[in-house]
């Protein structure tokens, strides 16, 4: 019986709008001869006047004013057959029909207009994104071809570099072409990471259960004498909104305390929920960073080895209004913090806080 009804409903409201309005208008005109002109009852039933031509100003907008003049004239000429006079009453009550009329239609026109320029607006949007998306597969598929073809001609050079290093006896010969050998193994690593980096931005950002990101890095991890502790965002599990490249953010933070912490033997992931902020936490147990380099560390080209890969840890972050910045004391290790706003975290199956933080903003 509710599908009965409600295809009834659909058949009655939405595909036959001009037969609907005629049925109700007929009611209206018999109902204005029965009770007006028969009973001599000049009240309350012209409220259904009201309530046909808020319907038909939903459907055709001020054209709906036409019906309320005809409703304004029928009462008009039934009250004067009533009567033998035209009442003021009357009069006033036919303006008032014409007047809601206008009101309602003139209202209910610019919600569509509105409505229809915010359809135009995410069509062009969309096509903007398509577009958009297009154009870096493009640039992607272009990067990737150019990228593989220097790589090939790279190993070339070295290849050579190293026929004519096994030739020369010449000892300062031999020291410019090592130098040669570093700038040719500097471009390739460059080369080489921008393959990882090349798509930031691109899709859409996700959730990322922070706790299966570190598994999934540990799981891979050959430094035996490293321990990886991820106790601190695993109960409660925290999920995250950042680009998909996060993953790569925890295995550059990792390298670099493999590759600059010297005496690394712990790397600890906790958490601190400060206000409506989360703060995911990123330390180890290596030299730390001195004072002069903090304020350096996220410019691009800082560092030792491509010099870019905390500069584009920052740019990934920004991109769902994260930021990052390092508080660790020199000695005693790295401390890096990632700030994290309300609305772009969550803890997974939590009773106490099962669902998104609101953002307050």
Same mark, same amino acid.
């Given at each position: 019986?509710?599908?009965?009804?409600?295809?009834?409903?659909?058949?009655?409201?939405?595909?036959?709008?001009?037969?609907?309005?005629?049925?109700?208008?007929?009611?209206?005109?018999?109902?204005?001869?029965?009770?007006?002109?028969?009973?001599?009852?000049?009240?309350?039933?012209?409220?259904?006047?009201?309530?046909?031509?808020?319907?038909?100003?939903?459907?055709?907008?001020?054209?709906?004013?036409?019906? +309320?003049?005809?409703?304004?004239?029928?009462?008009?000429?039934?009250?004067?057959?009533?009567?033998?006079?035209?009442?003021?009453?009357?009069?006033?009550? +036919?303006?008032?029909?014409? *007047?809601?009329?206008?009101?309602?239609?003139?209202?209910?026109?610019?919600?569509?207009?509105?409505?229809?320029?915010?359809?135009?607006?995410?069509?062009?949007?969309?096509?903007?994104?398509?577009?958009?998306?297009?154009?870096?597969?493009?640039?992607?598929?272009?990067?990737?071809?150019?990228?593989?073809?220097?790589?090939?001609?790279?190993?070339?050079? =070295?290849?050579?570099?190293?026929?004519?290093?096994? *030739?020369?006896?010449?000892?300062?010969?031999?020291?410019? *072409?090592?130098?040669?050998?570093?700038?040719?193994?500097?471009?390739?690593?460059?080369?080489?990471?921008?393959?990882?980096?090349?798509?930031? /931005?691109?899709?859409?950002?996700?959730?990322?259960?922070?706790?299966?990101?570190?598994?999934?890095?540990?799981?891979?991890?050959?430094?035996?004498?490293?321990?990886?502790?991820?106790? /601190?965002?695993?109960?409660?599990?925290?999920?995250?909104?950042?680009?998909?490249?996060?993953?790569?953010?925890?295995?550059?933070?990792?390298?670099?305390?493999?590759?600059?912490?010297?005496?690394?033997?712990?790397?600890?992931?906790?958490?601190?929920?400060?206000?409506?902020?989360?703060?995911?936490?990123?330390?180890?147990?290596?030299?730390?960073?001195?004072?002069?380099?903090? +304020?350096?560390?996220?410019?691009?080209?800082?560092?030792?080895?491509?010099? *870019?890969?905390?500069?584009?840890?920052?740019?990934? =972050?920004?991109?769902?209004?994260?930021?990052?910045?390092?508080?660790?004391?020199?000695?005693?290790?790295?401390?890096?913090?990632?700030?994290?706003?309300?609305?772009?975290?969550?803890?997974?199956?939590?009773?106490?806080?099962?669902?998104?933080?609101?953002?307050?903003?």
């Amino acid at each position: 019986m509710p599908v009965q009804n409600d295809e009834f409903c659909q058949c009655l409201v939405v595909k036959s709008k001009g037969y609907s309005l005629a049925i109700f208008i007929a009611f209206a005109i018999i109902l204005e001869f029965i009770v007006h002109y028969t009973l001599q009852i000049s009240i309350v039933y012209t409220h259904l006047f009201y309530l046909i031509i808020i319907i038909a100003a939903i459907w055709f907008q001020r054209k709906a004013v036409l019906i +309320a003049i005809f409703f304004g004239l029928l009462h008009i000429g039934v009250t004067y057959l009533v009567l033998g006079y035209i009442s003021a009453d009357s009069v006033f009550r +036919a303006c008032i029909l014409c *007047m809601i009329a206008y009101i309602v239609g003139s209202l209910v026109r610019c919600l569509n207009e509105y409505r229809e320029e915010e359809v135009l607006e995410k069509e062009e949007l969309k096509k903007t994104q398509d577009a958009y998306q297009t154009a870096n597969k493009k640039l992607n598929i272009l990067s990737s071809i150019t990228r593989h073809d220097i790589l090939n001609q790279l190993t070339a050079l =070295l290849g050579y570099q190293e026929i004519a290093r096994e *030739m020369c006896n010449d000892a300062s010969l031999l020291e410019i *072409m090592k130098k040669e050998q570093h700038a040719a193994d500097a471009i390739r690593r460059q080369i080489e990471f921008t393959r990882h980096y090349q798509d930031i /931005g691109i899709r859409s950002p996700v959730w990322h259960n922070i706790s299966e990101v570190v598994q999934k890095i540990r799981s891979t991890f050959q430094y035996e004498n490293i321990s990886i502790d991820i106790a /601190g965002i695993s109960s409660p599990p925290i999920e995250i909104y950042a680009d998909p490249l996060f993953p790569l953010i925890c295995e550059n933070l990792i390298d670099n305390s493999i590759r600059h912490g010297e005496h690394v033997t712990k790397i600890l992931f906790s958490s601190e929920q400060t206000g409506f902020e989360l703060i995911l936490i990123y330390q180890d147990n290596g030299v730390g960073i001195t004072p002069d380099e903090k +304020a350096k560390i996220f410019n691009r080209g800082f560092g030792k080895h491509t010099g *870019m890969g905390l500069f584009l840890t920052q740019e990934i =972050l920004a991109i769902t209004d994260l930021s990052i910045r390092e508080t660790g004391e020199q000695g005693k290790g790295v401390r890096f913090e990632i700030f994290v706003p309300a609305g772009s975290f969550q803890f997974v199956n939590s009773e106490k806080n099962p669902t998104t933080i609101p953002d307050q903003g």
